[in-house]
């Protein structure tokens, strides 16, 4: 289980301070072609999400319209203006995952949450999304969580899912971070950005105790080799 890299929740450093980082950034990619991104995703890094003030100091920065910042920022998924929880929850409603119950999934994950997609939880723990495909097909629904793919899962399963994300204080005796027979396999580092797997189609089986990395594995997202269902 990992952190949610994007989503620093420290309050303690002073807003200057950060725009000092960033200011530092953008004098690093300011003559760089296409620095606009990179900048993004370091000063989303930087404050945990995109504060008005942060776009802005990029647009002047990097000599761009204000309103090319923020469409760029509107059109990736991956960025938010918006503060997001440490754990970053982001339901597939693909095709396959849909048919399968995602649409229980997800409303199962609103009512114990008590947020709505886009929000965070009052703890900022959470931070609720939807996706279309991981490349989990094959064990629909799936829901991402971080770097971790859970599959076929169904709201009765959802607690067990959640306790092992719980904010250190409140994780239950005897559910710190275990396992709980659910599948996952965790995608980082196979090349897949977040809810947009280069390959929808079928990830195989799995038995719905397994836990895999397809990470360093040479397996291609949506093509592990485990045996399908
Ligand atoms: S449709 Fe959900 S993982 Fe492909």
């Known amino acids: 289980m990992s952190v949610n890299p994007a989503t620093c929740t420290c309050d303690a450093v002073p807003e200057e301070e950060l725009l000092a980082r960033l200011d530092e950034v953008i004098a690093d990619y300011r003559e760089k072609p296409g620095a606009l991104i990179p900048v993004l995703q370091i000063a989303q890094g930087i404050f945990g999400y995109l504060p008005e003030v942060a776009l802005k100091r990029i647009a002047v920065g990097l000599d761009k319209p204000f309103s090319e910042v923020a469409g760029v920022v509107g059109f990736y998924s991956f960025f938010s203006t918006q503060p997001r929880g440490r754990h970053l929850i982001r339901v597939c409603l693909g095709t396959a995952c849909y048919v399968r119950g995602g649409k229980q999934v997800l ?28 490349g989990a097909c094959g064990l629909a629904p799936a829901v991402m969580i971080d770097d971790d793919v859970h599959q076929r899962v169904k709201p009765a399963r959802l607690q067990a899912i959640l306790d092992q994300y719980a904010a250190p204080a409140d994780v239950p005796p005897g559910h710190a971070g275990g396992g709980d027979g659910i599948a996952q396999q965790s995608l980082a580092g196979a090349g897949v950005a977040p809810g947009h797997s280069p390959l929808p189609g079928h990830a195989g089986g799995g038995d719905g105790i397994a836990q895999q990395s397809l990470a360093g594995a040479g397996v291609a997202p949506g093509h592990s080799n485990v045996g399908g269902e």
């Open 107 to 134: 409303d199962a994950l609103k009512q114990k949450l008590k947020c709505d997609v886009g929000d965070t939880t009052a703890d900022r723990n959470f931070t609720l999304e939807v996706a279309r495909c991981f």
